[in-house]
C-alpha cells in the first residue's frame, strides 16, 4: 500500500512559478514511476509528467520547457517544478505511484493560473 499527499497548489499570476511536492508514505525507491497528472473542470485527467526509477523522464508537449519532474529519494518525494504558468495549466494536480503494476494516487492539490 502507497500513500500520497500532495503540497503546493495555489494561486499563481500568469509568469509566474509553483512548486508541487508529492510525499510517500513508504520508501519511493520501490515504485517502479511516478508521475503527475491533472485534471480541469469539465476535462478528463491527463499525463504532465512522469520519471521512471531509470530517471527516464516523459512529458506532455504542452508543459515541455516550462515544468520539470523530480524525486528526492532521501525524503521520499516527488516535485514539480511549474514555471511560466499558463492559464491553461490551471487545474487540479495529482501525483501517481506505480508500484508492482498497480498505480496509487494522492488526492490532488489544486492549481490556478490567473490572466
Not at 497548489?9 to 503527475?36: K, Y
Not at 520519471?51 to 527516464?56: K, V
Not at 515544468?67 to 514555471?83: E, G, V
Amino acid at each position: 500500500q502507497v500513500q500520497l499527499v500532495e503540497s503546493g497548489g495555489g494561486l499563481v499570476q500568469a509568469g509566474g512559478s509553483l512548486r508541487l511536492s508529492c510525499a510517500a508514505s513508504g520508501s519511493i525507491i520501490i515504485l517502479n514511476a511516478m508521475g503527475w497528472y491533472r485534471q480541469a473542470p469539465g476535462k478528463e485527467r491527463e499525463l504532465v509528467a512522469r520519471l521512471t526509477r531509470g530517471g527516464s523522464t516523459t512529458y506532455a508537449d504542452s508543459v515541455k520547457g516550462r515544468f520539470t519532474i523530480s524525486r528526492d529519494n532521501a525524503k521520499n518525494t516527488a516535485y514539480l517544478q511549474m514555471n511560466s504558468l499558463k492559464p491553461e495549466d490551471t487545474a487540479v494536480y495529482y501525483c501517481l505511484g506505480n508500484l508492482l503494476g498497480k498505480d496509487y494516487w494522492g488526492n490532488g492539490t489544486p492549481v490556478t493560473v490567473s490572466s
